[in-house]
């Protein structure tokens, strides 16, 4: 009797060790995100020393010149290009995106959107790649014809000149970016805009509100947050895609004036160049440096849209 | 009763209006994108492609297939997933069951949806730095760990998310019997949560397959099948990207087949996972 007594107490003892053993090395494995995101942050900043040892931060933000046997290293050219071709991306696709995920949760049946979201799911999981074959096969030959036939209408505005006779163009990353980037918004977007709670629908539309008023007045403020954090969440992936957007937007070195120019995004300029980097000094630390800078921003862009989201939630407690 | 026409009405059946045509056009441009890949691809598309390694001027418009990039990817995407699997349950078994509610916990999945929104291609430039450092050369092994880094964040947090839709109740339940904290993780959530886990896995291996940024420096390319850790990899979004590269009409469209056999592959994980999730679901207590 004692004897078996012993051996429980002597099994919940082991099973205890165990337990406070795995406790410590499952929070040590925890905390392995921020490490890596630490290292990370901290070895492209080691690796972009270097460079700014050479030039200042803002010589290299806002030089125009990019020729590393001259050691000049100016990165706007390529900042001008991942900006203009994000923005447009996120100027077609947000609106759409949000009339799209409104119309299939406020309007559409019950039994349509059950039928649709798999496929949305599905085509968020399409490689990047392949929307850059889809660009290159149809968006890049339609350009042109674009181009043509809002010159009678727009061609004296410069955002819309055309001075490119190839659709290899800032419309066409954009176009390609916009709708890669809206299974990802419209998956969050549906998920957002069903967690705000029927009741608050049904007591606008008691009160004799239509439901466009009631997704103006009731849905959209309660929504908001979830639906700015969707956009960014589609952003960072515009932002940082690399294939897809060489394939379609032309890689020539020119700050863009009009849509229908060609660009040549950040991510082009390091992976295009990445196997000769080595032979000239600098030109790794460069191009380390346009790697640390997509990283900051796009960590900015995340921390941006955390704290909506944490002040939201806050508001919405109290 | 006659329906009163107001001005909140017009508003209302014109926002409609709109809505309805955003989402015909961009369900239209959608499906318009599948239905381009196979028409463009399906001629190219033939038993040699997939059964045959290129052979001597593949990428000028010879013989052979692209059984390298198949192989090389599910090699680069199944280790990666593999060993992202490993590292991804201890940290979420460390967020969810270790650290509870607390500031740390929200803090940690912070940094996981910073790391989620990194682009691929500086994880590969990440990667590269590391493998130089250790005079690595572009090989299978480099291409298996960057694709892990890239996989962590994705498994963690859908991970995370489903562990947290497993009722406290459950784990209390078997706490209250007695089970240590560790017992408890293994043989009730993870239980619990096995259809929302393989769905994980699944959703990191989709992306580990078709992801290309990570892979362009670590894992290299080559026309053979990989023999070892150390030689270099093929994979498909490369394979796809080269070959559309090229002035050949007969190797773009190689690309267009190999982009084909890329999404097909995508639908059929995404399809395995659903049906494994509603199979695996049947031992979930409700």
């Known amino acids: 009797m004692q004897n078996t007594q012993d051996s429980k107490l002597h099994t919940q003892a082991r099973r205890i060790r165990k337990d406070e053993l795995a406790a410590r090395n499952y929070r040590l494995a925890a905390s392995f995100p921020l490490f890596l995101l630490l290292i990370m942050v901290v070895g492209f900043f080691l690796r972009t020393q270097p460079l700014l040892e050479h030039s200042s931060v803002w010589e290299i933000l806002s030089g125009m010149q990019w020729r590393p046997s001259a050691g000049e290293f100016g990165l706007l050219t390529f900042i001008s290009g991942t900006l203009s071709v994000t923005l447009l991306a996120l100027l077609l696709a947000a609106p759409l995106c949000m009339l799209t995920s409104l119309f299939l949760v406020e309007y559409a049946k019950r039994r349509a959107l059950t039928a649709i979201l798999p496929a949305i799911d599905l085509l968020a999981g399409i490689p990047s790649v392949v929307y850059g074959v889809w660009g290159l096969l149809v968006i890049v030959p339609l350009v042109p014809q674009i181009s043509s036939f809002v010159q009678p209408w727009l061609g004296s505005i410069p955002l819309f000149a055309a001075n490119n006779p190839t659709g290899y163009s800032i419309l066409s990353g954009g176009i390609v970016l916009a709708v890669m980037i809206s299974p990802i918004i419209i998956s969050v977007s549906i998920e957002v805009l069903r967690s705000v709670p029927d009741g608050l629908r049904h007591g606008s539309l008691a009160l004799g509100a239509t439901r466009w008023q009631t997704i103006k007045k009731v849905v959209l403020p309660r929504a908001m947050p979830g639906l700015i954090a969707a956009i960014v969440m589609g952003l960072s992936r515009a932002f940082g895609e690399t294939l897809a957007v060489m394939m379609v937007v032309g890689n020539t070195p020119l700050i863009p004036r009009s849509i229908f120019d060609p660009g040549y995004p950040l991510t082009a300029l390091i992976a295009n160049n990445y196997g000769e980097m080595m032979s000239i000094p600098l030109y790794d630390s460069a191009l380390m440096g346009a790697a640390l800078l997509l990283l900051v921003i796009v960590i900015i862009f995340n921390l941006g849209a955390a704290l909506v989201l944490i002040r939201a939630n806050r508001r919405a407690q109290v | ?286």
């Not at chain 2, 892990?148 to 209250?176: F, G, H, K, N």
């Not at chain 2, 017992?183 to 994980?200: D, K, M």
């Not at chain 2, 590269?245 to 982009?259: D, I, M």
Request: proline share 4%; glycine share 10%.
């Open chain 2, 1 to 286: 009763m006659k329906k009163r026409w107001t001005l909140a009405h017009l508003e209302d059946r014109a926002m409609r209006t709109i809505m309805q045509l955003a989402s015909l056009v961009l369900v239209g441009v959608l499906a318009a994108i599948l239905v381009t890949i196979f028409i463009r691809g399906l001629p190219f598309l033939d038993l040699d492609l997939i059964t045959k390694t290129p052979q001597g001027g593949f990428f000028l418009g010879g013989e052979g297939g692209i059984l390298n990039a198949i192989v090389g990817s599910l090699l680069l995407a199944g280790g990666g997933t593999l060993l992202a699997l490993f590292i991804s349950l201890p940290i979420a078994f460390g967020i969810n069951v270790y650290t509870g509610a607390s500031r740390l916990a929200s803090l940690l999945r912070m940094a996981l949806d910073v790391l989620w929104g990194i682009p691929s291609l500086v994880y590969g430039a990440f990667g590269f730095t590391i493998m130089i450092a250790f005079g690595m050369r572009a090989s299978l092994g480099a291409g298996i760990l960057v694709l892990t880094l890239l996989q962590i964040p994705i498994m963690v947090r859908s991970m995370d998310e489903v562990m947290r839709m497993v009722p406290s109740e459950l784990s209390q339940a078997a706490y209250s019997l007695g089970a240590t904290r560790l017992e408890a993780a293994w043989s009730v959530l993870v239980r619990q949560a096995l259809p929302g886990l393989v769905t994980a896995v699944l959703l990191a291996f989709g992306r580990g397959i078709g992801d290309a940024a990570s892979v362009l420096f670590t894992a290299g390319f080559s026309d053979r099948i990989p023999t070892s850790l150390a030689s270099p990899s093929a994979s498909l979004p490369l394979a796809v990207f080269f070959q559309l590269g090229s002035p050949f009409p007969e190797v773009r469209g190689n690309g267009y087949a190999t982009a084909l056999v890329l999404t097909v592959l995508i639908l059929f994980i995404s399809m395995l996972s659903r049906f494994l999730a509603r199979r695996l679901s049947r031992n979930v207590i409700r």
